[in-house]
C-alpha cells in the first residue's frame, strides 16, 4: 500500500455469544487484502500495468511509461495516452504481440529505440499533429 490517503471497510458481525449489557468488541486478527490496481504508478511513472488487456486506457497523472512497463502483455490491443505524457522509456511495450494501435500525443519528446520491441501485431501508430518531436513517415 503506498503514501496517501485510504479508505478502510470495517464489518462488524455480532456473534450472539453475549447478549447482555453493552455492546462492545475487539480485535485481535486483521486481514488485509487490498484491491489489485490495474497500474503501478509512483511519481507520474507507470512502471508496471497489471490489468486484462484489451483497450487499455492509461491515467491521466501518467507523465512516463517506464522500462518494461507493459512487457509481455499480449492481451493488450490498444492504449489511449493521456495529453501530459513525455516519455516512453526502454521496452515499454516489448512483447505486446497484440497492441494493434497506439497514438502518440503532441506532449511526448522521447520514445526510446526498443520502446515497441516485438508488437508483432502493431498495425496502426499515429502521432498528433501538434507534435513538434515525432512524425509518421
Keep these: 500500500l503506498g503514501a496517501g490517503n485510504h479508505t478502510l471497510k470495517w464489518n462488524y458481525h455480532k456473534d ?6 453493552n455492546d ?15 497500474f503501478v504508478i509512483s511519481g ?5 500495468y497489471n490489468g486484462p488487456g484489451g483497450a487499455v486506457t492509461i491515467p491521466s497523472g501518467v507523465t512516463t511509461i517506464g522500462n518494461l512497463a507493459f512487457e509481455g502483455c499480449s492481451t493488450v490491443t490498444s ?9 516512453i522509456d526502454n521496452a515499454a511495450f516489448s512483447g505486446c504481440s497484440g497492441l494493434r494501435s497506439i497514438s502518440i500525443p503532441a ?3 522521447y520514445i526510446a529505440d526498443n520502446a515497441f520491441n516485438h508488437c508483432s ?3 496502426s501508430l ?7 518531436n515525432y512524425k509518421v513517415v
Design 16 to 21: 450472539g455469544s453475549v447478549n447482555v449489557g
Design 121 to 123: 501485431g502493431l498495425v
Design 107 to 109: 506532449s511526448v519528446t
Design 44 to 48: 507520474g511513472v507507470l512502471t508496471k
Design 126 to 132: 499515429s502521432v498528433a499533429a501538434g507534435n513538434q
Design 79 to 87: 492504449v489511449a495516452l493521456p495529453s501530459a505524457l513525455t516519455k
Design 24 to 38: 462492545a468488541g475487539y480485535v485481535d486478527q486483521v486481514t488485509w487484502t487490498p484491491e489489485q490496481s490495474d
